[in-house]
């Protein structure tokens, strides 16, 4: 149990922290948001806990493909908020990442990636 709560807190302060420094400075918060330290997280807390080497490297694998679809929501968002506000951005910006999920999952198809889920 105590595993899990280390888990937890340590993913969740990386959070706090880069919403704190992006207090301070968008660029610097911006940067860090961008380092896929989740990700290197996850792949951490499954080597330590003795995941096989395949599911490790699947994971870095597959979240490449699904990073993609999330790229042209950083784009639209900031053009949309002062158009329409800060909820209508954030829900057009999540329908755009969900047809850009859909369009990706057709074109990993067409390179054997099998994104959909079974």
């Known amino acids: 149990m105590g595993w899990i709560i280390l888990k937890y807190l340590t ?7 880069i919403s704190e420094v992006a207090k301070r400075s968008d ?7 961008a380092l896929p330290m989740v990700t290197v997280l996850t792949l951490i807390w499954l080597a330590v806990e003795k995941a ?11 979240t490449f493909w699904y990073v993609l679809p999330t790229l042209p929501m950083f784009l ?3 053009w ?7 909820v209508l951005s954030l829900a057009g910006s999540a329908l ?3 047809a850009c999920f859909a ?16």
């Open 11 to 17: 993913t969740a302060g990386l959070v706090v922290l």
């Open 27 to 33: 660029k610097l918060g911006a940067l860090i948001a």
């Open 52 to 62: 096989p080497q395949e599911k490790i490297a699947n994971h870095a694998y597959l």
């Open 76 to 78: 639209a968002f900031p």
């Open 80 to 86: 949309l908020l002062p158009r329409v506000g800060f």
């Open 96 to 98: 755009l990442t969900l």
């Open 103 to 118: 369009i990706t999952v057709k074109v990993a198809a067409g390179f054997g990636v099998q994104l959909w889920f079974k």
